[in-house]
């Protein structure tokens, strides 16, 4: 087990938007995590990441603690993340940007470079690498997040909505790109919700539900699991069928 | 400002010039005191020490994108520090200025590990309070000679305190240059400057990296007042410590270029030319800081890039893209 | 025991006329998330337009109060668009823009000031100038006593108006979330005018008020603006009622360290409190802050 998360509790004043969630991701895996909006996907993500602690509840990373701990260090221990929305850095050039998140892992400008340009290559956007992030599409700005989470050397990656806003060409290429990470070292966690991708891409999924976990199995018992098609489609739906 | 790659020969042409304008430029300054008279070596001295104040400025605000409204302080602490172990503990020159330099980027250390990790306001807050209490204290305390100042020995070597203050002022500049515009130091900066939180993200230690360049920030302007203090021979919590100081040096990053490497050198000259001119039109008075407030008002408004946003399009300045697009054809 | 209950009143008294600038000052902030710099300086420009009003027009400064809260409204409500362009602009780093914006104003303000009148101390006589309430061993200033229960009650009725007013709510929807305040149909532009005008007018009359207690002079606005730096951030960014218990605890301390340890040190002990709560909870004392 890479991640477990026991008994995840966050609450903001009063919406309680993780309640007692507790996971576990097999490593080398990739797990997808579904649920209607404002189930608490992103911010489960966000205390994986260390962006705020959780109100109570530990998460576990190849067995150490990380709960509480700083953004910079949990991606130094090894987890990288992307972003909804993309948020490059503006004022820079696609390469620079990746070299950003290489720091961590080279000695010198010169090395980061270089892992820089070879992780371009690997995404598909080593043709875009001098040009400043403002002039570059919403395709290859989302590139541009998978390659800075990549630039961390993560053993766990995050991958937050990725496909949204993607046309459905564009879609097929980044599930092929994603399909072409998973090389037995890397984790996946996807947070999705075009079922198409889900479906294709996970080994397990999760669904979450006002923040609990109403499901967990691989990806066809969770389709037909009665709780799922609840939460997605209300109660009248599923007492119809 | 056009992003998009230039054409390689107007770019090398442009190299050239620069290059050449810079050569200009720097032997011109290692031959001023023997070509102008000596009121004009006081103003030539003078420019160079604000060249170097603005661009600490620049540091912690441009590069690093917060705003110290109480960075004159440090100036003001160095030049007390210097003053002090001279008169007081009989230290040489040159330690005093080391000293006075360490003391400045220990302040800011001791002041950046609560404010920085905040948003922007509180750090302009608790740094403008710093600096109106720091000159409070000076007044206040027996040791720095309170209200009456302090007087250092006096020595009449004009072109010495030129060359001292061109050194550091150059030490700034390159270091400025060396760690922020070309390390991974820089990187950082700018990377936190544009977006924090993503910085963090990707494994940049924010804090850390923030206080240091505070610090670094901090520690040029401590030597350059140790330096002031020991030029002018008097110094009191007026003329060194007050709020001016600092509105000086912001307008002057400001109005020369923000987060650019020669913005304040530009900004430094243009202001001290505009100061002098409204002191011999209508005297010194404190109708400059009429000026000095417009000015800023009016640079955010208008031009916010400075007047190196302003010449970037005439190639003088180059932006960044076009100067990587440059390197990769020319192979350097 | 008297120089205690004494002090004690002083402070009290000293910290029910800060609030109203810190009301101001925290409103300013939560609706249109800018720190106004030169909040000391509307404080002095405030005082100087008392004193010129009574020396020229004569009458007696409290007469001119509500006079001068017009005159500085409409400054405000003419500066605003220029506000708004600053910081809402795609350009550098909004905040930031907005913070030198008004530092600059206040350089501006003070240099202006300083050119105009010069270094020289004016004070603003009234009818409650050396009218003193003694109550029992106390001694209490008239002007004092009159100050303090002006800024209870200029915060009251601006509470009254934020919490019990249609308009009220609009502006406090608008601190707690902009956008949808916009969507749910606020004029989010004029919110923030009309949230700029009303603090420069209440921390200008604050200023005529402070100038007849104290006095008027060209650099006093450091002082002010260090006194509502230290409220907000003692209430937490932008929490109003967090104002009140602040700007009373401010006058205490001022009021203490000046009797008990000596008046240079003010600024010191404000300060060292200041960076311990930025230290221990940067949210202000009451967690509430931005």
Redesign the interface.
Same mark, same amino acid.
């Given at each position: 087990m890479i991640l477990q998360s026991h008994d995840l509790v966050k609450s903001f004043g009063g919406v309680t938007a993780v309640d007692h969630l507790s996971l576990e991701v097999e490593k080398g895996s990739v797990f997808g995590i579904i649920g209607p909006n404002g189930s608490g996907k992103t911010t489960f993500f966000n205390l994986i990441n260390g962006v705020y602690p959780p109100t109570s509840g530990t998460i576990t990373f190849n067995g150490r603690n990380i709960t509480g701990l700083r953004p910079h260090q949990i991606a130094e221990l090894g987890i990288g993340r992307t972003y909804q929305v993309p948020a490059p850095f503006s004022k820079m050039t696609v390469l620079e940007n990746v070299m950003v998140s290489t720091f961590m892992r080279t000695s010198s400008l010169r090395e980061s470079r270089k892992v820089a340009w070879e992780i371009l290559e690997r995404v598909g956007l080593d043709e875009k690498g001098d040009t400043l992030v403002a002039n570059v599409t919403l395709e290859d700005r989302k590139r541009l997040e998978l390659a800075r989470a990549l630039g961390t050397r993560p053993h766990l990656l995050l991958l937050d909505e990725v496909m949204a806003g993607l046309t459905p060409s564009e879609i097929n290429e980044a599930i092929e790109l994603i399909r072409s990470l998973r090389t037995g070292e890397l984790t996946i966690i996807v947070v999705e919700h075009i079922m198409a991708v889900i479906l294709s891409l996970c080994d397990r999924i999760a669904v979450l539900d006002y923040g609990e976990k109403i499901a967990e199995d691989v990806p066809d018992k969770v389709v037909n699991n009665p709780n799922v098609i609840k939460a997605y489609l209300g109660e009248r739906y599923s007492a119809r069928n | 400002m056009e992003?998009q790659a230039a054409n390689p020969k107007t770019l090398r042409s442009s190299l050239v010039w620069r290059l050449t304008v810079f050569i200009l430029l720097l032997v011109i300054c290692f031959i001023f005191p023997w070509i102008v008279s000596p009121l004009w070596l006081r103003i030539g001295t003078e420019v160079v020490m604000w060249a170097g104040l603005a661009q600490s400025f620049n540091i912690i605000?441009g590069y690093t994108?917060r705003?110290d409204?109480g960075h004159g302080a440090f100036f003001g602490i160095g030049a007390y520090v210097t003053g002090m172990t001279m008169t007081l503990l009989g230290w040489p020159f040159g330690l005093g200025l080391l000293v006075s330099g360490i003391v400045s980027a220990l302040l800011a250390l001791a002041i950046g590990y609560?404010?920085l990790r905040? /948003?922007?306001? #509180?750090f302009?807050? &608790?740094t403008?309070?710093?600096g109106?209490?720091i000159r409070?204290?000076a007044t206040?305390l027996d040791i720095t000679g309170g209200a009456f100042g302090l007087q250092l020995p006096a020595v009449l070597n004009l072109p010495y305190f030129y060359y001292i203050m061109l050194l550091v002022t150059g030490l700034t500049y390159l270091t400025t240059y060396l760690l922020v515009e070309?390390? /991974?130091f820089g #990187?950082?900066l700018? &990377?936190i400057?544009?977006?924090e939180?993503?910085?963090?993200?990707?494994?940049?230690?924010?804090?850390s990296t923030k206080n240091w360049a505070f610090a670094l920030s901090a520690f040029f302007p401590g030597v350059l007042g140790g330096i002031y203090a020991y030029w002018v021979t008097y110094i009191h919590p007026d003329s060194v410590l007050g709020?001016q100081i600092t509105?000086v040096m912001?307008?002057m990053a400001?109005l020369g270029g923000?987060?650019s490497l020669w913005g304040p050198f530009l900004g430094a000259i243009v202001v001290q030319l505009i100061q002098r001119v409204l002191w011999v039109v209508w005297g010194e008075?404190?109708?400059?800081?009429?000026?000095?407030?417009?000015?800023?008002?009016a640079v955010?408004?208008f031009i916010?890039?400075g007047l190196v946003g302003l010449l970037e399009g005439t190639g003088l300045f180059s932006p960044?893209?076009s100067v990587?697009?440059l390197r990769?054809k020319i192979k350097w | 025991m008297e120089l205690l209950l004494q002090t004690f009143i002083d402070g009290l008294l000293m910290g029910g006329l800060i609030i109203i600038i810190g009301v101001g000052f925290s409103l300013c902030f939560g609706v249109m998330h800018i720190v106004d710099f030169a909040v000391g300086e509307w404080v002095m420009l405030g005082a100087y337009t008392g004193w010129l009003m009574v020396r020229y027009f004569g009458h007696d400064a409290m007469f001119y109060l509500p006079v001068i809260f017009i005159i500085f409204s409409a400054l405000g409500w003419v500066i605003y668009p220029v506000i708004l362009q600053v910081v809402s602009g795609k350009r550098f780093n909004p905040a930031i823009m907005g913070l030198i914006f008004t530092f600059g104003l206040s350089i501006t303000m003070k240099g202006g000031a300083l050119t105009v009148w010069g270094y020289h101390i004016q004070s603003v006589p009234t009818w409650l100038t050396g009218k003193t309430l003694y109550l029992g061993p106390l001694t209490i200033p008239g002007l004092r006593v009159s100050g303090f229960f002006f800024g209870i009650l200029v915060t009251l009725l601006l509470l009254a108006f934020l919490y019990k007013s249609r308009y009220g709510n609009v502006i406090r929807a608008t601190a707690m979330d902009r956008d949808t305040a916009n969507l749910l149909g606020a004029d989010v532009r004029k919110v923030g005018a009309v949230v700029y005008s009303l603090y420069a007018g209440i921390t200008a009359m604050s200023g005529a008020l402070i100038g007849a207690l104290f006095s008027v002079h060209s650099v006093m606005g450091a002082k002010y603006t260090m006194l509502a730096f230290f409220v907000v951030v003692l209430a937490g960014m932008g929490y109003v009622p967090g104002v009140i218990p602040a700007a009373i605890i401010l006058g205490l301390l001022q009021s203490f360290v000046s009797v008990y340890i000596g008046g240079r040190f003010n600024l010191a002990a404000l300060f060292l409190v200041m960076y311990g709560v930025l230290l221990i909870t940067p949210k202000g004392i009451f967690r509430r802050g931005w």
């Open positions: - | 992003l605000c994108g705003l409204f609560p404010t905040l /948003r922007g306001a #509180y302009a807050i &608790a403008w309070s710093m109106e209490l409070q204290i206040i070309k390390a /991974r #990187y950082k700018l &990377a400057r544009e977006d939180d993503a910085a963090e993200m990707v494994g940049v230690n924010t804090a709020g509105d912001c307008v400001f923000i987060g008075g404190t109708f400059y800081l009429v000026i000095i407030g417009v000015t800023i008002c955010i408004l916010p890039n960044r893209e990587n697009e990769k | -």
